[in-house]
């Protein structure tokens, strides 16, 4: 069974550009999240897909955006790119129980965003 | 604020020792906690989930333990290899009325085996 898929694995952008991130996750898996880490902060939660619904939100400005595709496939989107974004975005994969649990999270090799 | 401190930050050890990574959290009110590893420049590697109702999960070497009413778990690795070196992540799990919250991670504890 093939993992969680990420890409471009690696992106350099100038400030204020936008940037688009994409993940597959792992097959028949419908809850998609995506986190940032950093040196400074570690990682932290951005936002969690369900069912092309965003269902949970980390404390992240309205620059970062997401959006889940019919087939799970998730889409992140960062407007507006500050020298501060510089980061491993990583996305995780889940197959929830019910709607609301989840169950174990399995993470993809990140996207290395470097911004100039 | 739900926060999650792992002890210690850094450990090296020679190969072959037994050892203990802790981890702990402010809210017992958890519904799972999962450890991982990173290796440099990569992305996380599931090591264990353990549930809220469950006290410990084993995989090969690895053990680890929950303990919600105190808020901690420990990572037991035994006989420990130049191959585990790596940083171990601690992410517990919280649910709020609103649905299950994402992970929240220690700042991790980065290990060393010498061999």
């Known amino acids: 069974k093939a993992g969680v898929t990420q890409t471009p694995r690696y992106l350099i952008k100038t400030r204020g550009q936008q940037v688009t991130l994409s993940c597959s996750p792992i097959?028949?898996?419908?809850?998609v999240s995506w986190y940032q880490q950093t040196p400074g902060q570690g990682l932290q939660f951005l936002f969690e897909y369900f069912s092309e619904t965003q269902r949970n939100k980390g404390n992240f400005p309205g620059r970062f955006s997401g959006r889940q595709f019919s087939n799970s496939r998730s889409e992140m989107n960062v407007s507006t790119l500050e020298l501060g974004d510089s980061a491993l975005y990583l996305c995780?994969?889940?197959?929830?129980?019910?709607?609301?649990?989840?169950?174990?999270?399995?993470f993809g090799p990140g996207t290395r965003l470097t911004v100039l | 604020k739900q926060e999650v401190t792992q002890i210690p930050a850094a450990l090296s050890v020679p190969e072959g020792e037994n050892l203990v990574l802790n981890c702990s959290f402010t809210d017992s009110a958890i519904y799972n906690l999962q450890w991982f590893r990173q290796d440099p420049g990569k992305g996380l590697t599931s090591l264990l989930l353990?549930?809220?109702?469950?006290r410990e999960q084993t995989s090969g070497r690895l053990n680890a333990s929950l303990d919600k009413s105190s808020g901690r778990s420990t990572l037991y690795i035994a006989a420990s290899q130049p191959g585990d070196s790596a940083t171990y992540l601690c992410?517990?799990?919280?649910?709020?009325?609103?649905?299950?919250?994402?992970?929240?991670f220690g700042k991790g504890t980065h290990l060393i085996i010498q061999p």
């Open positions: 097959s028949g898996h419908r809850s």
């Open positions: 995780a994969s889940s197959a929830r129980i019910t709607g609301e649990l989840y169950n174990e999270q399995f």
């Open positions: 353990i549930q809220s109702s469950q």
């Open positions: 992410a517990p799990q919280w649910y709020s009325g609103g649905g299950a919250d994402g992970l929240t």
